[in-house]
């Protein structure tokens, strides 16, 4: 099925998605992007079902032909604070409010979200499967985070960040069972039961 390009026709929409929310490390980063109403390119699908190869590649011909973008991120520690389904919305407002065009509304993957001031959402199930702006925001998104968790490799290489990014690998976990926990995981998640923590989203 084809991505399609709009909600309604002929208004300013943005869409929005997070990468992260289910590691064991690391920020929550979401993205947040408006497309113009002609985008198309044969790579763009939603981010999870893409290569890393191919979200490299079109990174930068979202940023190019989007008419405007932004990247929010939330760290670990604030994760724990306020829980990661909040720190998800949290990213999602950080994005928005670095939008250089306001947008009249906000396509939001998921089925919950923290309302942002002044501007309507639709909750959309596997929205980056259906909306081009939300596929767009969902690569954005996780090449963003990606690169950071690569970065956070050369500070602690023995959790092989470079390949899980934080996820719950086997070989992640035993590591943490090996060094201990460092400062970017999250406590509040289960690092060491062989299930991941189940998030009701």
């Known amino acids: 099925m084809a991505l399609k390009s709009f909600h309604v026709k ?3 929409e943005a869409g929005c998605d997070e990468a992260g929310r289910g590691c ?21 699908d939603d981010s999870k079902k893409m290569t890393e190869k191919d979200r ?5 011909i979202i940023k190019e032909k989007a008419l405007a973008f932004a990247v929010g991120v939330v760290d670990s520690k604030t994760i724990d604070t306020i829980n990661i389904l909040n720190a998800s919305f949290l990213a999602m407002h950080r994005a928005i409010d670095q939008l250089t065009q306001k947008p009249e509304y906000l396509l939001i993957d998921g089925n919950r979200f923290t309302k942002y001031p002044g ?3 639709a909750c959309i199930i596997k929205g980056d499967g259906i909306y081009k702006s939300i596929a767009a925001a969902s690569v954005l ?3 963003h985070r990606d690169r950071l968790m690569t970065g956070f490799h050369l500070e602690y290489p023995e959790y092989g960040w470079n390949q899980n990014k934080g ?3 086997i070989a992640h976990r035993k590591a943490i069972e090996k060094h201990g926990p460092t400062v970017l995981h999250r406590t509040t998640f289960t690092l060491l039961k062989e299930q991941q923590l189940t998030l009701d989203f």
């Open 10 to 12: 002929g208004q300013i």
């Open 24 to 44: 064991l490390a690391g920020p929550v980063v979401a993205a947040a992007v408006i497309l113009p109403a002609n985008f198309r390119h044969k790579l763009l």
């Open 56 to 60: 490299e590649l079109l990174e930068p």
């Open 119 to 121: 501007i309507p959402h």
């Open 141 to 143: 998104a996780k090449v």
């Open 167 to 169: 996820y719950p690998t």
